[in-house]
């Protein structure tokens, strides 16, 4: 069965730096694309940040510059550097696989960016 379980969230002041991790199980991680995704209050859930199985890398807009993206096959571990954190990044952060899969979502993990 298909699990997420997010970490890392918390409070941080404009600028600020996060870590977030995510652990997965269920599937054979190694051989499947990675994506993080974020909800901001009030907006849809939206695309951050996608990593192939291969390690290639692939960015939002708005993340690319200061978000990175990255895993640990060894470990099923799925992760998101988070630089630079402006306000409008505060939001409930969730990985998963690419959407087609359909696979459920975890409950996310929540950054707040506020002075």
């Known amino acids: 069965q298909v699990h997420f379980v997010e970490s890392g969230g918390g409070l941080v002041q404009p600028g600020g730096s996060l870590r977030l991790s995510c652990v997965a199980s269920?599937?054979?991680?190694?051989?499947?694309?990675m994506n993080w995704y974020r909800r901001a209050p009030g907006n849809e859930r939206e695309f951050v940040a996608r990593?192939?199985?291969?390690?290639?890398?692939d960015y939002s807009d708005f993340a690319r510059g200061r978000f990175i993206i990255s895993r640990d096959n060894l470990k099923n571990m799925l992760y998101l550097q988070m630089n630079n954190l402006k306000p409008e990044d505060t939001g409930e952060y969730y990985c998963?696989?690419?959407?087609?899969?359909?696979?459920?979502w975890g409950q996310g993990t929540q950054v707040a960016v506020s002075s």
């Open positions: 269920g599937f054979p991680f190694s051989q499947y694309g």
């Open positions: 990593i192939t199985n291969r390690g290639s890398t």
């Open positions: 998963n696989g690419y959407e087609s899969l359909g696979w459920p």
